[in-house]
């Protein structure tokens, strides 16, 4: 039996719940246990498993700060949705390798996310609008 909407919504909502609190056995827990994780052009490439994603958002949590995600529109399909969201927040750390120096920071993401038959989620493929963050994140030369 195909997930409602509203299961999908609840279950993506949960998974930016745990990220906008730094919480990353949280985050995991939405995860299956053989989740792929893919977050475009991150250097360790696709990971599979929670515990291979966990360096990816230890990283993340100590890069930014004060991070909340809005999405503007999403899409679905019978096991899988796409999210366009937008994240706000500040950049303390070495988000994706530039100087945050504790800016504020906004940019898009895209979301395609994949569940299984109990809402969790199997597959996790994310794009992030680094254009826009090495606009706000100018390096010294």
Same mark, same amino acid.
């Given at each position: 039996?195909?997930? #409602? $909407?509203?299961?999908?919504?609840?279950?993506?909502?949960?998974?930016?719940?745990?990220?906008?609190?730094?919480?990353?056995?949280?985050?995991?827990? #939405?995860? &299956?246990?053989?989740?792929?994780?893919? *977050?475009?052009?991150?250097? #360790?490439?696709? &990971?599979?498993?929670? =515990?291979?994603? $966990? +360096?990816?958002?230890?990283?993340?949590?100590?890069?930014?700060? %004060? +991070?909340?995600?809005?999405?503007?529109?999403?899409?679905?399909?019978?096991?899988?949705?796409?999210?366009?969201?937008?994240? &706000?927040?500040?950049?303390?750390? $070495?988000?994706?390798?530039?100087?945050?120096? +504790?800016?504020?920071?906004?940019?898009?993401?895209?979301?395609? *996310? =994949?569940? &299984?038959?109990?809402?969790? *989620?199997?597959?996790?493929?994310?794009? *992030? %609008?680094?254009?826009?963050?090495?606009?706000?994140?100018?390096? %010294?030369?």
């Amino acid at each position: 039996m195909a997930l #409602t $909407r509203r299961q999908m919504d609840q279950k993506l909502d949960e998974h930016f719940g745990y990220e906008a609190a730094d919480n990353v056995e949280g985050v995991l827990a #939405t995860l &299956t246990h053989d989740a792929d994780h893919d *977050i475009v052009g991150y250097p #360790t490439g696709p &990971t599979k498993g929670r =515990e291979a994603a $966990r +360096g990816f958002y230890e990283s993340l949590f100590s890069d930014l700060s %004060d +991070g909340s995600v809005k999405s503007q529109r999403r899409y679905y399909g019978e096991d899988f949705m796409v999210d366009d969201s937008l994240w &706000t927040g500040k950049a303390p750390g $070495r988000p994706f390798g530039l100087e945050g120096k +504790g800016r504020p920071l906004a940019f898009r993401l895209l979301h395609i *996310i =994949e569940f &299984t038959e109990v809402g969790d *989620i199997k597959r996790e493929n994310v794009w *992030i %609008d680094l254009a826009s963050i090495l606009q706000q994140l100018p390096q %010294d030369k």
